[in-house]
């Protein structure tokens, strides 16, 4: 059995996940998170279980504070010593074009790291920051990184480049790279578990953060996020997809600089730019149903935006077999669900009301004569990172074995 530690580094915060792995099986130890980090009122939070939760303050300043906190609560509690952890896996925010795939973290590795950075210049010093400190606490330990954007590696060039002066891609890397792509890969597993073969599916990723992706045969064809996280359906806080000009036009109109448009495009703009300051779908639709009309139209551009991407993605694949929700509207909105599903009814695709009701919604919620299979899957990164971990390192283990 290996004990592998899953961290995912943010800008202030470090999410942390334990677990005991083997082939085909896993458990979770423990899991929790380093919150406010470098803020007033830093503290660790641990949900092992009901018996075992707590939160603890204490001043945190970096990353390698956060996960030294880390690392003292694993060895009060779950680790005699850091021996008896076989590896660190990391999720990483941008691999470019360099990485289709998780990787044991060497310096050839961690030069291609650094080097991605300016494509991700808000979130991608976080990620490094995790790994920079566990490399200091941890000198040795086996690190591996797994890239949110490396599962999409697989677009084809018509579906990764923008249609504008190829110099851009040729000397700024500016395409299309996708973003989510952990949960979408572990979708893909999860959906061939469930219809025993590899078909077609749209993996619709529903969070504070949403994308969707084609996926076929197990492998990513087309996805909604783009140069950036910004890109693709309408989201909590972010536009999603629109004509590239009107940036430009409020910049030269409205004399606002670049960052002060990113702003509004990125925090105050998707849903809560349409309702007025709601970006909690939990909020909107209980406005909406008490009346608000702006929230009630936000939720119909925004089913509306996810139709329209369902269509071109059955367009794309020729297709669909299964069509996936996942993360927190994904997994807890009956609602959205069965509007985005009604729309669609046109395929053959018949929704079972009562299990789309039920919370937690089971795994599939479409009748058994249903043309296209309807899943709820809940979002699972960090056992993917696990998973691919322990992969590397069994790898690892076995040339080591053939060398001696
Ligand atoms: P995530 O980024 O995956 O944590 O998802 C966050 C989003 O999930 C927020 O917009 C929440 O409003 C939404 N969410 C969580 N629970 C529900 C629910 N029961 N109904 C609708 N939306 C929900």
Redesign the pocket.
Known sequence: MDKILVLNSGSTSVKFQLFNMEKGYHEVITKGMVDRIGLAGSKIIVKADNEHDFTMETPINNHKDAIKVVLDYLLKKHLKNTDELSAVGHRMGHGGEYFDKSVIIDEDVMEKIYDTIPLIPLHGPAFVHGLEAVTELLPNKVQVATFDSAYHQSMKKSAYLYAIPEEYYKNHRIRRYGFHGTSHNYISHITKDILGFQGKVISCHL???ASICAIDKGKSVDTTMGYTPSAGIIM?TRSGDMDPYIPLHIMKTQNKTADEVNTMFNKQSGMFGLTNGH????DI?ESAENGDKDCAFAIEAYVYSLVKTIGAYIAVLGGIDALVFT???GE??PLIRRKVCERLSYLGLNLDEEKNNLRPAPQEITTSDSKVKVLVIP?NEELMIAEETFELISELKDKEAMAV
């Open positions: 969070g504070g953060g909590s970006s909690d779908m939990r639709i993360a927190g509207i807890n909105s979002a």
